[in-house]
């Protein structure tokens, strides 16, 4: 990849987009395109937006047709914590499928160079060994709470390597594990555990509350890389992979959510106690991926939990505190 090739980022104001524009900005590359929808993204110099709903094949066409990008990131998913998983069942499998097969497809038909599309930890089985192998894909039932996602994520990565196959494009793609950091959705019923956590202990410490309540148990254990080191690894694969069998992007280790609430918990300076629903779902009980592959590549994570939780809680108080 040049610096001065022509890169679109589908999906660019999000938290996993807005992450890869900066890290390509920060490495030199001059010629960015960016999607977005619902969300609008801040403005920045040298990147030019377009507001679309991919959604629609024809609108996606005429992006192509104008833009003819090089390369393309793919990070134009809805995404959302275990209860949108859960709650918005149809709409999680009809617009990712939907979203997807517009852009892999028509990125095809206007001959890019190289596209990187973006899955997710939770298209493997529920009950996968730990640590998950890229291999492990399709050896058993998938989670119930966010199977409709997962089966959207697993037909992009299909769609990829089938692509590759019959028409000879270079397509890659990277399933990240549960991500965090700056520009996150702190919406309460949709958001991840990591940003929910955040919003609930910072207000239970300005209310003065005497507890906070934790959705489920609180022993399932999850691996959380900041999205920083997410956008390093992509643009980093972008550069330097070329092959069929996608990547596990993870940090390389994992916490029960009650440590991860006990961390947050000291970060925020909440002193009062925690409170586990056992009404609400746990989801997957373990989910820790095997980076080897990315490791042997050359690459290695490098923000560790408590300073990045630091710093996202340090982004939530600039944009809400
Ligand atoms: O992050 P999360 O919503 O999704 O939940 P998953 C992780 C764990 O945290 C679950 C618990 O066991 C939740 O019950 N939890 C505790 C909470 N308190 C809260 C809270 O206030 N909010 C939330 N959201 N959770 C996602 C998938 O699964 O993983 C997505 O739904 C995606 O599809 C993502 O693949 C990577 O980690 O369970």
């Keep these: 990849m040049n610096k001065t090739d022509k890169i679109l980022i589908a999906g ?45 094949l024809h609108a996606c066409t005429s ?48 001959q890019v160079k190289k596209l990187l599309y973006l899955g997710s930890s939770c298209i493997y089985p529920k009950n996968a060994p730990q640590p998950i192998k890229e291999e492990h894909l399709l050896t058993g039932p998938l989670e119930y709470t966010n199977e409709p996602y997962a089966i959207a994520k697993i037909a992009g990565l299909k769609m990829c390597e089938n692509y590759n196959l019959q028409y000879g494009t270079k397509y890659i793609s990277a399933m990240p594990t549960n991500l965090y950091g700056p520009n996150d959705n702190y919406d309460l019923q949709t958001s991840h555990v ?93 989910k820790l991926l095997d980076t080897t592959l990315l490791t042997e590549l050359g690459f290695t994570p490098k923000i560790k939990l408590r300073p990045g939780i630091e710093s996202t809680y340090s982004d939530f108080l600039k944009k809400y505190g």
Excluded at 15 to 32: C, D, E, F, K, P
Excluded at 82 to 110: D, G, K, M, P
Excluded at 230 to 252: D, H, Q, S
Excluded at 258 to 266: D, P, S, T, Y
Aim: overall charge negative; charged content about 20%; hydrophobic content about 40%.
């Design 194 to 286: 990591l940003p929910a956590l955040i919003r609930k202990f910072h207000e239970a410490r300005i209310s003065g509350a005497a507890y906070v309540n934790i959705w489920g148990t609180g022993s399932p254990l999850r691996e959380f890389m900041h999205v920083d080191d997410l956008a390093a690894a992509v643009v980093f694969l972008m550069e330097n992979y070329e092959g069929t069998p996608f990547i596990n992007i993870g940090w390389g280790r994992d916490i029960s959510i009650k440590e991860l609430a006990i961390l947050i918990k000291e970060i925020v300076g909440f002193s009062g106690t925690l409170i586990f629903d056992h009404t609400k779902p746990d989801g997957t009980p373990k």
């Design 63 to 110: 992006l192509f047709t104008e833009e003819n990008p090089d390369y393309v990131f793919y990070a134009a998913a809805i995404v959302g914590g275990i209860s949108a998983n859960n709650t918005l069942r149809a709409q999680f499998l009809y617009e990712n499928l939907q979203i997807q097969n517009n852009v892999i497809h028509t990125a095809y038909l206007s």
């Design 12 to 56: 660019s104001a999000g938290m996993v987009g807005s992450a890869i524009l900066r890290s390509l900005r920060s490495q030199g590359y001059t010629n960015i395109v960016g999607t977005f929808n619902r969300k609008v993204p801040e403005k920045l110099e040298s990147v030019k937006y377009h507001r679309i709903d991919l959604l629609d």
